[in-house]
Every structure is written in structure tokens, then in C-alpha cells.
């Protein structure tokens, strides 16, 4: 190979890696799914609606499909949406006390009971009672165990892993090797970004943001490769890749969807 040539493929091979990404999937009822990515940004596209993130800018655009509406926060927005779900919390867990109060015994466990499930439930997401994250939740260990089987997803040859998480649950998962080079991890960095912005709501409610980000990014960046097919613990396939193509992303992708109209409720519907 020439110089001049070598050149020239270094710069084809640095210009595919800096272009977008697009990951169709579908699940066991034909519903698709698309995930863009280019650089920092971020679009994840299903039939109820449509999150875009911007990394560099540091905001989110929600949009509804079926109303065609949109809102968009950046990090203070977040942090006020946070700080009024948590006085909300507060609120009904005191009324719950109030009317615990005067109920008989039996009753008085049976209700601490379902207020104590309550509160692990949003743990696992905005932290615990008393503010406190529910660490068990938020960072529950997941084992990739391989099944020695291969299989073929959208022309992708993938490695089958039975994953088990913390709780006990099961479910089966194909993934493409990180080494096969079809997507590198490198280039899924924005998700480690969107859940740190997310994590900025989950502070601000009393939980850890280390915990948030700790959840569904870090469990990408730990399995095998990337998820190609997932089927859960009842049989149905969560998740099936359908192609992953590479190009140019057009700004508009990540601008509100044209037509949409900006809803008067905060992000979320707030």
C-alpha cells in the first residue's frame, strides 16, 4: 500500500467511525423501535414516544407521538422536577402515616407493609425512605453465563448467555461481541451521559446519582457486547435486532419533530 493510499483509507476508516449509528429492533409483538446516535446525541424513537438528548447542550426533548406534542428541560429543570416529586413523596407518605394512625394493629402492619414495598419500588430508581438510595436495587449484580450456542440476528453472528440477576430472575440474551467491531462501546458513550443527566432528577428527589447512573448504562457497558436478541424470563422476546446502519444523522433528528407543537406541561407531563 502506498502512502497516499494508506492516507486515504485512514481517513475513510476515521470518517466511518464519527458517523451515526441506527438500531432497529422490534419486540414479540412487531413493535419497532429506533435508536440514533451521533456523538453525543441521542434519539430513541417506539410508538409512545420519542426522547432526544443532547449531550453537549445538556437537554431533553420529550415528544408524544399521539399528540403530537413536545417539552424540553435542560439540568435545572430536572433538578426543580426532582425537588417537587420528592415533596409530593413526602406528602403521601405523611398522609399515610396520619391515617395509619388510627388504625388497628393488623391493619396498621398490613399498610407499613405495602408502604415499605412502595418505597423500595421507587428506590431503585430516586433513592429510599428517608432519602436514602436503595443501593440493592440501584446496583443489582448481573452474571452473564455463556450457553456455547451462536446464532444468526439481522446478519449479525452473536454468542447466547443466559443473564441472572441479583433477585433471581433469568433471561436469555445473544449479544455481538464488543470485538467484532460492529458497534464499539466508545461509541455508546452518550448513554453513560444521558443517565448521568437523568441522575441529576434522582439527586435532587434524595437518591444518589451515582446509583442512577449505575442502573441501565453500566449493564451495557458490562455485558458481553452488544444486545442482539432478548428473551425474558416468560418466553417473549423483549428485544430483536433488526439491522444497524451506519451514515450521516441529519440535524432535524435531533430537533423537535416537525408539526409537533410545544406542550404547556413541564417534561414528563409535570
Not at 433471561?171 to 448521568?196: H, R, S, T
Request: charged residues 30%; glycine residues 12%; aromatic residues 6%.
Amino acid at each position: 500500500m502506498t502512502k497516499i493510499s494508506f492516507c486515504i483509507a485512514l481517513v475513510a476508516m476515521s470518517g466511518a467511525a464519527e458517523a451515526g449509528i441506527t438500531v432497529k429492533s422490534v419486540d414479540d409483538r412487531g413493535a419497532a423501535s429506533v435508536i440514533s446516535i451521533e456523538g453525543n446525541r441521542l434519539r430513541i424513537d417506539d410508538a409512545r414516544q420519542v426522547l432526544i438528548y443532547d449531550g453537549d447542550k445538556k437537554e431533553l426533548i420529550n415528544a408524544d407521538p399521539r399528540k403530537h406534542t413536545y417539552s424540553s428541560g435542560n439540568e435545572n429543570d430536572m433538578k426543580r422536577m426532582g425537588a417537587d416529586m420528592k415533596k409530593q413523596m413526602e406528602a403521601s407518605q405523611a398522609e399515610m402515616r396520619k391515617q395509619m394512625a388510627s388504625m388497628p394493629p393488623e391493619q396498621r402492619k398490613q399498610m407499613e407493609e405495602a408502604q415499605k414495598q412502595m418505597q423500595q419500588s421507587a428506590g431503585s430508581s430516586v433513592g429510599g425512605k428517608a432519602g436514602r438510595p436503595t443501593h440493592a436495587s440501584a446496583r443489582e449484580p448481573v452474571k452473564y453465563e455463556p450457553l456455547g450456542e451462536k446464532k444468526q440476528i439481522a446478519g449479525h453472528s452473536c454468542d447466547l448467555y443466559r443473564v441472572v440477576r441479583g433477585h433471581g430472575s433469568t433471561e436469555k440474551a445473544c449479544f455481538i461481541p464488543w470485538g467484532e467491531g460492529v458497534v464499539k462501546k466508545d461509541e455508546l458513550k452518550v448513554f453513560d451521559n444521558f443517565a448521568d443527566f437523568m441522575g441529576v432528577m434522582t439527586e435532587s428527589m434524595g437518591g444518589s446519582r451515582e446509583d442512577s447512573r449505575g442502573g441501565w448504562s453500566r449493564e451495557l457497558r458490562d455485558a458481553p457486547g452488544l444486545p442482539a436478541l432478548i428473551v425474558g424470563a416468560s418466553g417473549k422476546t423483549t428485544m430483536q435486532l433488526k439491522s444497524i446502519e451506519r451514515g450521516p444523522i441529519g440535524t432535524d433528528k435531533f430537533s423537535p419533530p416537525t408539526g409537533y407543537q410545544k406542550s404547556s406541561k413541564g417534561m414528563f407531563g409535570q
